[in-house]
């Protein structure tokens, strides 16, 4: 069964910083990881989707890296802000586009 | 804004009741999935529907059930509701069966069993 972990669970830096959250998953046959935001109470928001056959998608401030075969991806988030603070979920893809997420690490970016 | 719309926002019923919750999807998506988001853990999956027809399911017992209509929107219904059964329940819609495709989460809906 596919079991995903992140690290760290919480999170709390100034205004400004670079950050990495981390997520592994034991089960290597997946098919695309993806980062999600949730803001709280909220729903989810993709954020980079990697293909299995990818190493690495960037969107702005946020880029995430993935090493299928040693079960590891990273978020980096350069110059961090406030507006940033949110929880950060990883998800593996399995088959019929099954979701595996991980509990997510909550970000504060403080003023 | 992703176009998944989810009812209600919130309700709260008591041990032992049904509930059906509402999902409208994304336009054109044909493939509807629920999950269950407990405080502070990550989503899990409960079950996919395909083209009105459920086609993967998660470690759910069969009180928790479902239906994707015509127009591709869908309910999840709980019987026999459980204390446990607190939390956020997400749709998530998407094209096709497929992996690797966008899929879109709607808001939610906060369920509190008393």
């Known amino acids: 069964k596919q079991e995903v972990t992140q690290i760290p669970a919480a999170l709390s830096v100034p205004e400004g910083e670079n950050l990495v959250l981390n997520c592994s998953f034991t089960d290597s046959a997946i098919y695309n990881l993806q980062w999600f935001r949730q803001d709280p109470g909220k729903g989810l928001t993709s954020l980079l989707l990697?293909?299995?056959?990818?190493r690495e998608q960037t969107s702005g401030r946020l880029n995430a890296s993935l090493d299928k075969s040693s079960g590891r991806s990273t978020l980096y988030i350069a110059a961090s802000q406030p507006g940033d603070s949110a929880t950060y979920l990883c998800a593996v893809t399995g088959y019929f586009n099954k979701f595996y997420f991980g509990s997510g690490t909550k970000l504060n970016v403080k003023p | 804004e992703t176009g998944v719309t989810q009812s209600p926002t919130h309700l709260i019923k008591t041990r032992g009741q049904q509930v059906t919750l509402r999902c409208s999807s994304q336009s054109g998506h044909n493939t509807v999935s629920w999950y269950q988001q407990a405080l502070g853990q990550g989503p899990q999956f409960i079950f996919q529907y395909y083209r009105e027809e459920e086609n993967g399911r998660g470690n759910f017992p069969p009180r928790f059930s479902g239906l994707q209509f015509p127009n591709y929107s869908s309910e999840l219904n709980v019987n026999a509701l459980e204390l446990d059964d607190s939390a956020l329940y997400l749709c998530?819609?998407?094209?096709?069966?497929?992996?690797?495709?966008?899929?879109?989460f709607g808001e939610g809906s906060w369920l509190t069993v008393v």
């Open positions: 998530a819609s998407s094209l096709q069966g497929a992996s690797g495709n966008t899929i879109y």
């Open positions: 990697i293909q299995s056959s990818q």
